[in-house]
């Protein structure tokens, strides 16, 4: 009979182990790895149940070709998704997860949404003519901004109504709480959203106004609907599962607010990011331009979106800051054998997506930011996947390249641009808390084709933890 070895972990209290978890998750879990190698557990699910990491591209591979009946996601292993609701796809699991999956993929195919190419262009100009030129632009906030009010336009439609700005900044507030430490232990410490702080009452009253609004606009599309309306909730009313029945006006809630959410918290952060590390490194940012330029003033966006140099950097600022550090949790179903391991059902696994993107024997030289590692070379799905995989890898994987690589493309071509010389270097707080949120960059003027400066020096590459 086959031994299999049990993962190893810290023995600390559990309650300290989750207030780690809580405060300070991203080093915590590195320290981990560190100590423990690519498998261990701790103690930091619900009632202190036991989660298993992994750091290892093999068990990721079997993990990811493992089907639903042995592993699967949803509410079963994690919980109920505050804003996004049960009816969302990140909640659902099994047979449901399946049919909702099956009636969103074609809406955010890569042709249907190659077709917003131009409007993301468009934003993205006009949030850089808001700029004032040597003054400290908060990218961040900036990005969330334009990829709300894309989320707006490509989800329901609607462009500059006072219903959407109204959304937009309901959103905004949400994702950008005053105290986000508090605000995220709320949801595991009940007794916090009792407290003499408010903020618990305040995301209600806030959740409550995003569903008005949600529910005004689902009723205005099933009232008037329009065959040549291209938006993703006229799409989603149309279409039918394989049963014939529609879709409910729950079902529609939670999928627009799940997808609109995305962008503006996880492109956003992985585009502010990018615009450090471009701007940081000289040598970098004089490749792009240069590669940028040699399609002339007025790209089309296709031909952007093929560019080896752009993708190089894409694919390496989604490597080295990966926004989800973890893949969603996997419920172990059916009794799994990953490698030397083998886990009974019951058991939740969270694949690291950081760890395997910061593995040496992978990726040489891992915390340094250096595009070249992707130039005529693609990694496996268990060795780079920034948007997960298996049945549940991320279905705005094309939306979201489309909108980073075209917003960049844009701003990086018509503005001189440099980092702000008071900003921090960025350090890793997690999907959550993005220190993101601290990066600064100043708009030098404008810029046409082919005026790269050769004047500053190379710098070195250097580390990230
Ligand atoms: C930089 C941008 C993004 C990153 C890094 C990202 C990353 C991820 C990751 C890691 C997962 C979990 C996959 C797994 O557990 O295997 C996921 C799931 C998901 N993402 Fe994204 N995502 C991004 C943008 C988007 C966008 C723009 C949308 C929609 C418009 C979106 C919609 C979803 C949905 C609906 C799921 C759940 C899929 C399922 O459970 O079947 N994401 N994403």
């Known amino acids: 009979m086959a031994t299999y070895k049990v993962p190893n972990g810290p023995k600390d209290y559990p309650c300290w182990q989750k207030l780690q978890w809580l405060t300070r998750q991203d080093g915590y879990l590195q320290d981990c790895f560190h100590k423990y190698g690519d498998v261990f557990t701790l103690k930091v699910g619900p009632d202190f149940a036991s989660y298993v990491f992994i750091g290892s591209p093999q068990m990721v591979q079997e993990l990811f070709a493992a089907g639903p009946q042995q592993v699967d996601s949803g509410v079963e292993a994690t919980n109920n998704p505050f ?155 149309a279409s039918r599962y394989d049963t014939g029945e529609p879709m409910t006006d729950l079902e529609l809630r939670d999928e627009v607010i799940t997808l609109m959410a995305q962008s503006p918290e996880v492109a956003g952060t992985s585009l502010a990011r990018a615009f450090y590390w471009i701007l940081y490194y000289p040598q970098v940012y004089e490749k792009l331009l240069q590669e940028l330029d040699s399609l002339g003033d007025n790209p089309d966006p296709q031909e952007i979106m093929k560019l080896p140099y752009l993708d190089a950097v894409y694919k390496e600022f989604m490597r080295i800051y990966p926004t989800a550090v973890l893949t969603f949790p996997r419920l172990v179903k059916k009794t799994l054998q990953l490698g030397d391991y083998q886990f009974e059902p019951g058991t939740i696994i969270l694949p690291s997506i950081h760890a395997i993107h910061h593995r040496e024997d992978i990726y040489p030289q891992a915390k340094e930011f250096k595009p070249e590692r992707f130039l005529g070379r693609d990694f496996a ?74 004047k500053t020096p190379d710098r070195s590459f250097s580390g990230v933890n």
């Open 381 to 454: 799905p268990y060795e780079y996947f920034p948007f997960g995989g298996g049945h549940r890898r991320c279905i705005g994987t094309m939306l979201a390249q489309l909108e980073m690589k075209l917003v960049l493309a844009t701003i990086l071509s018509r503005w001189h641009l440099a980092l702000d010389s008071s900003m921090p270097k960025p350090s890793y707080k997690g999907a959550l808390l993005p220190s993101a949120n601290k990066i600064r960059i100043v708009m030098k003027g404008k810029r046409t084709p082919s005026q790269v400066s050769s």
């Open 83 to 237: 804003l996004l609701g049960e009816k969302s796809l990140v909640s659902l699991s099994g047979k449901r997860h399946r049919q909702q999956r099956k009636l969103l993929t074609p809406c955010l195919h890569e042709k249907n949404v190659k077709v917003y190419s131009q409007t993301i262009r468009e934003l993205a100009e006009s949030m850089a003519r808001g700029w004032t030129i040597d003054q400290p632009i908060p990218i961040y906030q900036s990005l969330q901004a334009i990829f709300l009010d894309l989320g707006n336009e490509i989800l329901l439609g609607s462009k500059d109504s006072q219903r959407s700005q109204k959304l937009r900044d309901l959103l905004l507030e949400i994702m950008n709480p005053k105290r986000p430490v508090l605000r995220a232990m709320s949801f595991y410490l009940p007794f916090l959203q009792w407290g003499p702080v408010n903020i618990w009452a305040n995301l209600l009253r806030e959740k409550q106004q995003i569903d008005d609004i949600l529910y005004a606009e689902i009723r205005e599309h099933r009232e008037n609907p329009d065959p040549s309306q291209i938006d993703i909730l006229s799409v989603m009313i």
